[in-house]
Antibody, heavy 125, light 108 residues
Framework: QVQLQESGPGLVKPSETLSLTCTVT?????????WGWIRQPPGKGLESIGI???????YYNPSLKSRVTMSVDTSKNQFSLRLSSVTAADTAVYYC??????????????????WGKGTTVTVSS | SSELTQDPAVSVALGQTVTITCQGD??????ASWYQQRPGQAPSLVIY???NRPSGIPDRFSGSNSGNTASLTITGAQAEDDADYYC???????????FGGGTKLTVL
């Protein structure tokens, strides 16, 4: 059974860097699939942050691209998120997910089939 | 604002059929996946790529696409279907992936 678990500080100061790790169990990240981060501000909808492949290739949401770095450590079966220069607007529940690609290359689509339970990150001094 | 537009709220009587829609220019070319989020829980996948259901998802959930609209239909809604539903697909440029704003489904 594939499971994902987010970990990291629950409180980050404004202007600092948010760092989260997602640990994958029950599946080897080298076997395929992509891996993603999604967030949800309090009382609001879902926002895709980015997607990473086990090779390290990435896709970032253009609205966050200048502040986001994602990385993968297949030896630990983990992937990570760093979001720099955070403000109160970055306060959210952060989810990690397994991302499946599907469809022909010209019409490639992604879907998130396994999600972590989420971790709440508050940006406050 | 999202490039995928969903009605903020929809209601359905217990046992009746309800359709939740997601509109966007990109949906003329691309399919959508659908996610259910119950209060206090993480989202979960209910429909992906041409009406596929992950294992464990009841067959009362189905998906379809027509024109610029993707639809999630629940045939015979149950109390446990009371949740928020989000669509996910490419944006109008085709280069980025976005969620719809979400629809709160109330089962009466």
């Amino acid at each position: 059974q594939v499971q994902l678990q987010e970990s990291g500080p629950g409180l980050v100061k404004p202007s600092e860097t948010l760092s989260l790790t997602c640990t994958v169990t029950g599946y080897s990240m080298r076997s395929g699939y992509f891996w993603g981060w999604i967030r949800q501000p309090p009382g609001k909808g879902l926002e895709s942050i980015g997607i990473i492949y086990h090779s390290g290739s990435t896709y970032y949401n253009p609205s966050l691209k200048s502040r986001v770095t994602m990385s993968v450590d297949t030896s630990k079966n983990q992937f990570s998120l760093r979001l720099s220069s955070v403000t109160a607007a970055d306060t959210a529940v952060y989810y990690c997910a397994r991302v499946g690609p599907i469809g022909v290359p010209a019409q490639l689509l992604y879907y998130m089939d396994v999600w972590g339970k989420g971790t709440t990150v508050t940006v406050s001094s | 604002s999202s490039e995928l537009t969903q009605d903020p709220a929809v209601s359905v009587a217990l046992g009746q059929t309800v359709t939740i829609t997601c509109q966007g220019d990109s949906l003329r070319s691309y399919d959508a996946s659908w996610y259910q989020q119950r209060p206090g829980q993480a989202p979960s996948l209910v429909i992906y790529y041409k009406n596929n259901r992950p294992s464990g998802i009841p067959d009362r959930f189905s998906g379809s696409n027509s024109g610029n609209t993707a639809s999630l239909t629940i045939t015979g809604a149950q109390a446990e279907d009371d949740a928020d539903y989000y669509c996910y697909s490419r944006d109008s440029s085709g280069n980025h992936w976005v969620f719809g704003g979400g629809t709160k489904l109330t089962v009466l």
